[in-house]
């Protein structure tokens, strides 16, 4: 599994778009991206996932840039709701599930 | 989505008992499950893989004679935590992905387990 960097905490005010940034310049072939979300005292969500150029659905967006050596999370307007912490994870291992750091995003009012 | 399930969501127990927590996938069959333990406000930590019929494979540093990893069948797998002392205490998190799927396909998680040892 391509090891992953991201911020350690992030802190953004309600109906702002956050971007969180994953570093991955290890990344091979055949990985993809994958984002989880996890509230605290609760297992982590699948958020959205990407190979390359952008992906987008009812929760975030993902933009990979072509050379794939990191990705950006947003998250357009957030509340209050989405203070949690953010984890990228990358490659292709369907055995291989080890987590970074994660980014801790804090929303304000 | 597929949802997996963990049982109990929270457990207390004496120091020197056994604790088993149960993953269930609920509406797929996984071939592998995942185990780990969280601390507060640290990420998780992948304890074992647990694989459908044969033995677990274990994170270094985690030690198997004390965490037990069953996994029966297609849809439980089992951690249980032998001789529980106070500093096992932790949130414990199970995973799975549906079998036969692609390379890519995401995990999905329990809710899990806050095991606290007294």
């Known amino acids: 599994l391509a090891k992953t960097t991201q911020p350690i905490s992030m802190d953004s005010y309600e109906g702002q778009e956050v971007n969180i940034t994953c570093s991955h310049n290890?990344?091979?072939?055949?990985?993809?991206i994958t984002w989880y979300q996890q509230f605290p005292s609760q297992g982590p969500r699948f958020i959205i996932q990407g190979y390359k150029t952008k992906v987008t659905n009812e929760v975030a967006s993902l933009f990979i840039p072509a050379d794939r050596k990191s990705s950006t999370l947003s998250l357009p307007r957030v509340s209050l709701s989405d203070t949690a912490v953010y984890y990228c994870?990358?490659?292709?291992?369907?055995?291989?599930?080890?987590f970074g750091a994660g980014t801790r995003l804090t929303v304000k009012p | 989505g597929a949802v997996v399930s963990q049982h109990p969501s929270w457990v207390i127990c004496k120091s020197g008992t056994s604790v088993k927590i149960e993953c269930r996938s609920l509406d797929f069959q996984a071939t592998t499950m995942f185990w780990y333990r969280q601390f507060p406000k640290q990420s998780l930590m992948l304890m074992a893989t647990s694989n459908e019929g044969s033995k677990a494979t274990y994170e270094q540093g985690v030690e198997k004679d004390k965490f037990l990893i069953n996994h029966a069948s297609l849809t439980l797998s089992t951690l249980t935590v032998t001789s529980a002392h106070p500093e096992d205490s932790s949130f414990y998190i199970c995973?799975?992905?549906?079998?036969?799927?692609?390379?890519?396909?995401?995990?999905?998680f329990g809710q899990g387990t806050r095991l606290t040892v007294v």
């Open positions: 995973s799975a992905r549906p079998r036969g799927t692609g390379m890519n396909t995401e995990a999905f």
């Open positions: 994870l990358v490659g292709p291992d369907r055995n291989d599930m080890r």
């Open positions: 290890n990344i091979a072939t055949n990985d993809y």
